[in-house]
């Protein structure tokens, strides 16, 4: 049996018409920025969201970095952000001009600690960015909780976890703003690149709108030095068809998962750790294991996708390398990028397949 690390089709052919219709409506409209599909989409989205404004970007990079931007972030401050993420919440730091301070995460969640955070608090520090890394919801109520004490912003990075939440509440409604991404691959996913800030904070929202158009309120008036960064009207046509499906798709995902936890037993295998009072969605099903690139050639070798997030931590990164942090400094995050293995995972996975995957894996000795 063939099993990928992921698949769109069975998803597509669902949404099949849908889609098709989306496209179509743009298409025959030939309005293609800043238009009403754009406008339907980011109301939809902030009212899923529980939030009263959402302003549609090119992708989820933009969209932390936009809002750090419009919360005055700037060259000279430090933002706290976690060891163990993708390296775009790192860089919407770093264009800013602000530096990233990496804060180790709890080894069961891959999350951000927060009984780390305040450790590494300076004058400098603006902001803090939890990151809800692959689905997995942050323990926010710590995390809000020292940023109220130290009077620091909160923009979190939503990028893999739509629909989460945690003690009932979305994720992306504690902070001040959050970020999420429409990335083709993500549990809500565009055709394209996409992304999109929330905020309950009206002038904030005009701000970022504003940053992410030129830095201009009005067309030729431009108030800001700003980006390009929109979401464009066919990605957000797609973006609608797909968003009333999303709560279906994340309780698919969340079968998917609990089928993976009940059935895998393997004393190599270290099965993930979900706080309590959360809703994950489970973008990503990440285990670790000790024999990591052992079990993923064996798996490979049966036909079974694998991935890796991220077999690189951000710090070792040659594009960090201006931080000085050496090897060892963080271990936590170097103990993961060593034994994180990350399993199929996608809606329309069947359960042949899945029981496929936990067979070959309880099998691996």
């Known amino acids: 049996m063939k099993v990928p690390f992921v698949s769109f089709l ?17 298409y025959e409209r030939s309005w293609y920025i800043e238009g009403k599909e754009d406008e339907n989409f980011e109301k939809a989205f902030a009212e899923y969201c529980h939030m009263n404004y959402c302003i ?9 970095m936009l809002a750090l ?37 709890d080894i069961r969640t891959f999350n951000i600690d927060p009984a780390k955070i305040e450790e590494k608090i300076t004058a400098k520090t603006k902001a803090i960015m939890p990151v809800h890394l692959y689905g997995q ?8 909780a020292v940023a109220k004490k130290h009077g620091l912003y909160v923009v979190e990075d ?34 394209g690149d996409a992304g999109a ?32 960064s929109r979401l464009d ?3 957000a046509a797609f973006l609608s068809a797909k968003l009333p499906h999303l709560d279906k798709m994340n309780e698919e995902r969340r079968r998917i998962a609990q089928m993976y936890l009940d059935g895998i037993d393997n004393k190599d295998v270290i099965l993930p750790y979900v706080i309590p009072d959360v809703q994950p969605v489970w973008h990503i099903f990440a285990i670790r294991s000790k024999r990591r690139d052992e079990l993923e050639k064996y798996l490979n070798e049966k036909g079974i996708g694998t991935n890796k ?23 936590i995050a170097e103990e993961i990028s060593a034994t994180e293995l990350s399993l199929p995972m996608f809606y329309g996975m069947t359960d042949e397949q899945v029981k496929y995957v936990i067979d070959a894996i309880n099998d691996f000795c």
């Open 10 to 26: 069975p998803m597509e052919r669902e949404l099949d018409k849908e889609l098709r219709e989306a496209f179509n409506r743009v």
């Open 56 to 64: 549609g970007t090119g992708n989820g990079l933009d969209a932390l």
């Open 69 to 105: 931007k419009a919360l005055g972030i700037h060259e000279g401050d430090e933002v706290i952000v976690p060891s163990n993420t993708f390296i775009a919440t790192a860089l919407a730091v770093t264009y800013t001009g602000a530096t990233p301070v990496f804060v180790e995460p």
């Open 137 to 144: 919801p942050c323990d926010m109520d710590p995390i809000m």
């Open 158 to 191: 939503c990028a893999q976890a739509h629909g989460a939440t945690y003690k009932g509440q979305h994720i992306g409604s504690f902070g001040d703003a959050a970020g999420f991404s429409f990335y083709p691959g993500k549990n809500l996913g565009a055709l």
């Open 197 to 228: 800030t929330v905020t309950n904070v009206e002038e904030l929202a005009k701000k970022i709108r504003a940053l992410g158009n030129y830095g201009s309120d009005y067309k030729y008036h431009h108030i800001y030095q700003g980006n390009n």
């Open 233 to 235: 009207e066919m990605q």
């Open 309 to 331: 997030h991220y077999p690189i931590p951000m710090h070792r990164q040659g594009c960090y390398a201006n931080l000085g942090i050496q090897q060892g400094e963080l271990p």
